[in-house]
């Protein structure tokens, strides 16, 4: 369910393909001498598979990673048939022809996998997921994995970091060093391990093709530092009442907060069902004229409360509240988890914007 | 973002309409006198307005509650003429002419409402929301409503409750006090405070027209107990892989669930994009064949792992996980949330299939 009129009184999300563009860039950049693609499953992570997907191709991905079958479909009808189109939870009974018909290259991760694409016929390409330690999709590393794959046309070998986001972690080394293993066992096939935190912990993760994916949308790759990215997402949301809470009354549902004092509370029309979690109140923030406001009391599904006290100038109804932004990675942390799943959470109901060409 | 062909891949999400045929009637049951509404906003609840609000309507609703002046506005196309809309975040300047082309009745709950709705002239009907202590949204019952709203042609006077989810506490019939005062002062217009958990409060809460909502998609609307309400959403997920886990391995990002002993692990097409919260894990669990199948790891964007060692028949590649249906509550508070929320959770990319003829 989505609205194209952007009423008065709807969120607004708006995306910033410029943004998108000048992380891609420094993505590749960053992936020095490897071919840099781009994750664009889940709706390129929630922000808009139809717009941002043209923009990728055009700043010179070549190599887009989708994770369903359907995702991939969506993705061809976008970007044409020029552009190699990864699908990487596979191929299940019944779908290798669809796949072929579409381009669509399947990442091979089991032997059933293995079986249904070779039935098909036709030899057209596939990559392969050897698995060098997440333990969730992939042919086990220590396994006679050339064996397995021998009638297959393999155009890449991948496997997946799983604590990439902490560069210190000795997974990541132990990780690269089980990839390399397998790596001499497909001479001239191209090599993928680094997603966006991969490409950041140095070139011997680079191999032959990077896939970043939460960098481009703005969200960052690792749990401390990093480079400076575009913010991508951008919400605001209007202002339906603005009141004073006297000492001791408590407000929204629950009745958890109680007012320490007398404040002036604004009513924001935007709620968990546009994905500002509950979990976000206490802790979570947006803005007013760039100046933070504090949620309090519940996040309901379609309204939240901020503390609008310390405002030089009080808001008013109809005013504008921000969301995201450059504060993606705060709102995630005061909501108990990561970019990538405030992103993926947003809701339908917001007037989408987006703006910069991308060119 | 959706697919319509149902791939073996994709996820899907089944709501069963008879099931909220039959939790609309059972609330309207318990609504004794006064006459049954329905929140249909945030898309029904995630669920799927455009399906839902029509089994609504056959099983005799005639007042249908939206958020967004958006909503209400599709609510109007698959209602027809005959219904009557409310908007409860009420009016926006400039969307005043908009609400009485379509027929829709603003819940007015500030001065800036009133005025607005005044402005548009013509005296086209208007709900009016009173705050008796939620302190989100409506005018504070303590002031002089009837003299701010004397002009209006009022066709409800509702308010809303903040603790209805606990029977026992205080505030409930502190509420229930102040609704009566405002009641009092306005003879003859339909009052409004129930919502599902006011329904099951008794007959003292019920005046002329209740609103549930989340009962309506079998979610509890008591913190313990209540009646029985029929599972309406209903998830399957296929298997991609099942794999040994040998004891002392570990699974998924951050490498954060190690195996105590050698387990058979089994990585779902399904992640938090389509709204298996990553809060859901530890502790929250689907089912294979009816038994239940506990998370292990992190949940990543597409895909989860469950621990399947216990199941008295393995599961192979293709096959099904269950989640939600009668485990959404276990699921909602392993996942440190609400059933609410993690229906309006539910992602873009499931199949979404409907069963039932709600008549």
Not at 322 to 331: N, P, Q, R, V
């Given at each position: 369910m989505s609205v194209d009129a952007p009423l008065p009184s709807s969120p607004r999300l708006m995306v910033d393909l410029d943004a998108v563009r000048s992380n891609y860039l420094l993505m590749a950049a960053r992936s020095g001498m490897a071919s840099c693609g781009a994750a664009i499953k889940a709706d390129a992570y929630g922000l808009g598979l139809n717009e941002i997907a043209p923009v990728l191709a055009r700043?010179?991905?070549?190599?887009?990673?989708?994770?369903?079958?359907?995702?991939?479909?969506?993705?061809?009808?976008?970007?044409?048939?020029?552009?190699?189109?990864?699908?990487?939870?596979?191929?299940?009974?019944?779908?290798?022809?669809?796949?072929?018909?579409?381009?669509?290259?399947?990442?091979?991760?089991?032997?059933?996998?293995?079986?249904?694409?070779?039935?098909?016929?036709?030899?057209?390409?596939?990559?392969?997921?050897?698995?060098?330690?997440?333990?969730?999709?992939g042919l086990p590393w220590q396994g006679n994995v050339p064996d397995m794959v021998k009638d297959l046309n393999l155009t890449l070998v991948m496997s997946h970091l799983a604590c990439g986001s902490d560069p210190a972690h000795p997974m990541n080394r132990q990780q690269l060093e089980r990839f390399a293993v397998i790596r001499t066992a497909f001479p001239g096939i191209r090599a993928s391990l680094a997603n966006s935190a991969g490409i950041l912990l140095g070139d011997a993760w680079h191999h032959d093709l990077t896939r970043p994916g939460i960098a481009l949308y703005g969200g960052a790759p690792l749990d401390e530092g990093g480079p400076n990215l575009a913010p991508v997402a951008h919400i605001e949301a209007p202002i339906l009442q603005v009141f004073t809470l006297r000492q001791g009354q408590s407000v929204g549902y629950g009745a958890t907060y109680t007012a320490p004092k007398d404040m002036t509370v604004a009513t924001v029309a935007i709620g968990y069902a546009?994905?500002?979690?509950?979990?976000?109140?206490?802790?979570?923030?947006?803005?007013?004229?760039?100046?933070?406001?504090?949620?309090?009391?519940?996040?309901?599904?379609?309204?939240?409360?901020?503390?609008?006290?310390?405002?030089?100038?009080?808001?008013?109804?109809?005013?504008?509240?921000?969301?995201?932004?450059?504060?993606?990675?705060?709102?995630?942390?005061?909501?108990?988890?990561?970019?990538?799943?405030?992103?993926?959470?947003l809701g339908p109901r917001f007037v989408r914007e987006y703006k910069g060409c991308g060119t």
């Open positions: 700043a010179g991905c070549t190599s887009f990673f989708c994770a369903h079958v359907s995702e991939g479909m969506i993705a061809r009808q976008i970007l044409g048939h020029e552009m190699e189109i990864f699908i990487l939870n596979g191929v299940q009974y019944g779908e290798a022809p669809l796949l072929r018909q579409k381009h669509l290259i399947p990442v091979l991760s089991t032997p059933e996998h293995i079986a249904l694409w070779q039935e098909a016929g036709e030899n057209a390409p596939a990559a392969l997921h050897v698995d060098t330690g997440m333990n969730r999709l546009d994905g500002l979690r509950r979990d976000a109140s206490p802790g979570g923030f947006g803005r007013i004229h760039d100046q933070k406001v504090p949620l309090v009391g519940r996040v309901s599904m379609d309204l939240s409360t901020f503390d609008v006290s310390d405002l030089t100038k009080p808001p008013k109804p109809g005013d504008l509240l921000c969301l995201l932004g450059k504060d993606l990675e705060a709102l995630a942390i005061a909501s108990d988890t990561l970019s990538y799943e405030v992103l993926t959470g």
